[in-house]
């Protein structure tokens, strides 16, 4: 396989959530040419098992795969989680980075603080969690909270509904009593609720998201293969499994929310 640098990148996620990534690789790639697809026909992943998720993250990028792709971000904790390795082994010419919470930077800023983890159930149980918890917690205290439901609200745009305000205000009770002094998003379609799960909070903690590291890490990938494009307007493609035409919209819309 040849790459080129006009190739697209493929920025993949199991729906709408791997835009909030995508923002962040417009910024600092910004003459790249992107294709977007969520699948968000088969979404959520996070509460599917490893072997299926592997499956559907396998087969969605084989077909981009096949049409010339230069680089793919698995813009989403679940499949990273669940199916970087396999995927690295299936693809080993192609540039591929994904996403993991960004515990890192998190404990940097509170090194002795309280930080919750929010993240999918096959993110918050994985084996990578486990790792970066144990490479960079140092006096830390590290809360990982598997929250399952809540990715949906950002996948069918009802955020702003009354049932959403509940489901939050229940999810985070014991962090609304006993404050943290940040939460990691853990789920890229979580930086989208950034302010509600902050209001609900209370205390207004600090979030960290994964985005800007993946972002800049593609781009060391691609410069050390000499695969950047340095000039030019990037052109950016929306794809979803789901078709129809509320779910593009939506894709345009978060695009152009400010997180
Ligand atoms: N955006 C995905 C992630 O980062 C959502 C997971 C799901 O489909 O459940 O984990």
Redesign the pocket.
Same mark, same amino acid.
Do not use: A, F, I
């Given at each position: 396989m040849t790459y080129e640098k006009d190739m697209p990148i493929l920025v993949f996620? &199991? $729906?709408v $959530? +791997?835009i909030s990534v995508l923002k962040e690789l417009v910024k600092v790639l910004p003459h790249e040419n992107f294709i977007f697809f969520g699948d968000s026909k088969n &979404?959520?992943? +996070? /509460?599917k098992s490893i072997k299926e998720i592997q499956k559907l993250t396998i087969n969605n990028i084989k077909h981009f795969f096949n049409l010339g792709i230069k680089g793919l971000v698995i813009a !989403?904790? %679940?499949a990273t989680s669940a199916s970087i390795i396999e995927v690295r082994r299936q693809f080993p010419s192609l540039a591929i980075v994904g996403i993991e919470p960004a515990i890192k930077p998190a404990v940097a800023a509170f090194p002795n603080g309280r930080i919750l983890i929010m +993240? %999918?159930p096959i /993110?918050i149980t994985g084996k990578n969690l486990k790792e970066l918890i144990d490479l960079y917690k140092g006096d830390s205290t590290l809360i990982p909270l598997a929250c399952p439901g809540l990715?949906e609200y950002v996948e069918h745009n009802k955020t702003n509904t009354y049932e959403f305000k509940e489901f939050l205000t229940n999810l985070l009770k014991p962090y609304i009593e006993n404050p943290v002094d940040a939460f990691v998003t853990g !789920? /890229?379609?979580y930086p989208f609720i950034r302010k509600e799960i902050q209001n609900t909070l209370k205390n207004n903690p600090v979030f960290f998201d994964g985005a800007n590291g993946t972002s800049r890490a593609l781009k060391r990938l691609l410069s050390s293969r000499n695969l950047l494009r340095e000039n030019g307007k990037g052109n950016i493609e929306f794809l979803s499994s789901d078709t129809s035409e509320e779910k593009i919209a939506l894709c345009k819309n978060l695009f152009e929310k400010d997180i």
């Open positions: 996620d &199991s $729906g $959530g +791997g &979404s959520p992943y +996070g /509460t !989403c904790n %679940t +993240g %999918t /993110t990715m !789920c /890229t379609h």
